[in-house]
């Protein structure tokens, strides 16, 4: 039996759809949207802590009689023990060379100055006589910075900044307390205690509240 083949016939030309009038379709593009980029964070470099205490003022100290026995004249020496007792008490380090003026004379409301040193640094007090009877009033003129309490304060703030245990030490040549420091800069290095290797620098600051703050150097 003989087949019989139809030819094909030859392609015609061919046509696009019809194009499609409307609103566009709205919804995310394929693979969706990509995720906004993230703020950047700023770095202040400077963080604030609410540790007070830093600074002591020794003053309104109101003593009893300080008479030099049988005149009408301050005991000089005595005004000085007083000194000394009071800032040793408030600062933890007595203090040396210790000089106030004799032959004070009794006179209700007079002041005088006395001067001394504390770990080599000239401090002042200013004493005012509160009565006619020898009793006195015994102010600093100076504040005095606890260098431990600073170290702690960064011990504190950068401990929990970093996540990790922190030592601070302060280069204060030896001295455990400044005088006059407030709003100035103190040099400090901050070790992590588990790899002394890893340090920095710091400016510590203390201000008149005796808040603690800091600035990487």
Known sequence: MTQQIQPTPPPGPQHAPPPQYGLPAYGPPPGGYAPPPAPRKRRTGLVVAAVVGGVVLLGGLVVGALLLFGSRTLDSADVERQISRVTADQTGVAPTDVSCPGDVAVESGA????????EGQPISFTVTQTDDDGGVEIASDDDFVDVAVVEAALDQQLGELTGV?????????????????????????????????????????????????????
Not at 111 to 118: D, H, Q, V
Request: glycine residues 8%; charged residues 20%; proline residues 3%.
């Open 111 to 118: 002041a005088f100055g006395c001067t001394a040193s504390l």
């Open 165 to 217: 245990v922190v030592i601070s030490t302060c280069d204060t040549g030896g001295r455990s307390v400044l005088v006059d420091a407030v709003g100035t800069p103190i040099p400090c290095f901050v070790d992590n205690a588990a790899d002394a290797t890893d340090t920095i620098r710091v400016d510590a600051f203390v201000d008149e509240a005796g808040a603690v703050s800091y600035e990487v150097r």
